[in-house]
Each structure stands twice: as C-alpha cells, then as structure tokens.
C-alpha cells in the first residue's frame, strides 16, 4: 500500500540550529515526493520537489530510495520556519497523498 | 494569474441548507481537485477532475457533489450536511499532464455545519 509517514508530530528547534523533518513512504513505484509547507493564516504551497533537487530557503531534501525516505533538512534554523509541513506523494494517477504533518516551531 | 481563488472564505451552514463552494484558476490546468482539511490533520482528497471529467471520487458521501463546468471552474454542492463535515475545504489544480505533480492550492473555504 501506498503510505507517507511523518513520524514527528510536533518539531521544536533552537534558532541557529540544524532542522530535519523526517519523512518515509511506502511506495512499489518510482516515487514523486514533495514537500509542502503552510505558514500561520496562508495558504499550503509547494517547498520542495525531489526531482528539482533545488534548495528553497535554504532547505534540501534529498530521495533516498534504499530507505524510502525524503528528510527535509536545513543547517541553521530561522524564526520565520515556524509551520507545518507536509511531505507528500505522487502517485502518478492525479493522487497527491499527504503525510501526517510535522508542526515545526523555532524558539528565540 | 498564477493563485488559485477560493469562495467564499468562510460558511456557516445549517443541516437542511443548500450551498455551493467555488473555485476558479486561470493557469490553463487540466486537473482540479477538492481537498478537505479538519484541524491539525492532513488535506485528505476527496474529488479529482481531469480535462472536466470526474476521474477520482474517494468514496465521499453523496451530500457532497462536485462539478466542473468548465477548464477554469470547480464547485462543490453541498446538501445535507451533518456537524461533522465542519472542516477547511481545499481547491487545488494541477498543470503538467503526465508529469509533476506539483499542486497549486486556494485559501480554502471554512465550512462550519451547525
């Protein structure tokens, strides 16, 4: 079966801090994976895609298929990282699945 | 215009009501999607259009019927609902045929069911 699994629910980080947010799935195919992320009262929009292999403020997820993960990473925590974030799957037949979410809040 | 509008923001609703959700993009997506969102849980999907063909239905109650009269537009009817339908109703769409699955979402529309 087809699964994104967030492990963490809720992430508190230190400002200046590395960040990792976890993120595993369960997938027979060849996976499409993003990140997305929701700030405070905006709306949910694309972070990050796999295929790009781009860094958007300053955070990187690299596709590890031998794990089936896609951790999304950042070296030093910013105040304004404080949302939540969804790691989300594709499966190719117009289904993007989301993973439980992981609420991430930076402290001063 | 590159957003995704949704109306209204937000909707309160008794259980005999009759009322629609709108959603509209001007990307030239071909796909749209109906997501909803209870509090501090995932999107979870609900109706997925493809080229104005219903191509995915998750097993949503019937209360809740969608329509897609044209490339641009996306509704949601919503007839007889129960207080538990309370949620944040998500639009989204889609632009690559056959190829990313980069989503594109709306600010949503809040449903309260009284």
């Known amino acids: 079966a087809q699964r994104v699994t967030q492990p963490e629910k809720l992430l508190s980080v230190f400002k200046g801090a590395p960040v990792e947010l976890k993120c595993n799935y369960s997938?027979?195919?060849?996976?499409?994976l993003f990140w997305y992320v929701q700030y405070s009262r905006q709306r949910l929009q694309l972070l990050l895609r796999h295929i790009s292999r781009e860094s958007i403020k300053g955070f990187t997820a690299d596709l590890n298929k031998g794990e089936t993960s896609f951790h999304l990473k950042k070296p030093f925590a910013q105040e304004e990282d404080s949302a939540m974030y969804y790691c989300a799957l594709y499966f190719g037949n117009e289904k993007l699945t989301f993973g439980t979410g992981t609420r991430l809040t930076i402290i001063p | 215009d590159t957003e995704v509008t949704q109306t209204p923001k937000h909707l309160v609703m008794g259980m005999t009501n009759k009322k629609s959700l709108k959603c509209e993009q001007h990307m030239g997506h071909r796909a749209m999607y109906w997501y909803k969102q209870k509090a501090k849980k995932p999107p979870e999907l609900m109706f997925v259009y493809s080229y104005e063909k219903l191509s995915i239905n998750e097993s949503v109650p019937s209360r809740f019927s969608p329509e897609c009269p044209n490339s641009s537009l996306l509704n949601l009817h919503l007839h007889a609902l129960q207080p538990e339908d309370s949620a944040l109703y998500l639009c989204?769409?889609?632009?690559?045929?056959?190829?990313?699955?980069?989503?594109?979402f709306g600010e949503g529309s809040r449903l309260t069911v009284l």
């Open positions: 989204a769409s889609r632009g690559a045929s056959g190829g990313t699955g980069e989503l594109f």
């Open positions: 997938y027979s195919g060849s996976p499409e």
